[in-house]
């Protein structure tokens, strides 16, 4: 499932937008219980600060992506998994 934030972008102030767009974003997977786990990552090897982003139940990674990316286009590790 490739991560399309797009929507959730419009609910950031204009100047955030383009900031949130141009983070580097990966969609990876994690095999857990037989199941296949997506995970919403920026990895910034050398980054002095790491997140784990937790949703609501509900929700998904494409949901907070706008939101994180704005950290992630800082140098921040990002990890969002869509919870099982």
């Not at 095999?31 to 937790?54: D, F, K, M, N, Y």
């Amino acid at each position: 499932m490739p991560v399309n934030s797009a929507n959730y972008a419009r609910f950031l102030p204009g100047k955030y937008r383009s900031l949130a767009a141009a983070s580097l974003l990966a969609s990876t997977w994690w095999q857990w219980r037989g199941r296949q786990v997506h995970i919403a990552r920026s990895t910034h090897v050398e980054a002095p600060v790491r997140v784990l982003g937790i949703h609501g139940g509900g929700g998904h990674a494409a949901a907070l992506w706008p939101f994180v990316s704005l950290a992630a286009g800082r140098g921040v590790d990002i990890a969002l998994p869509d919870l099982p």
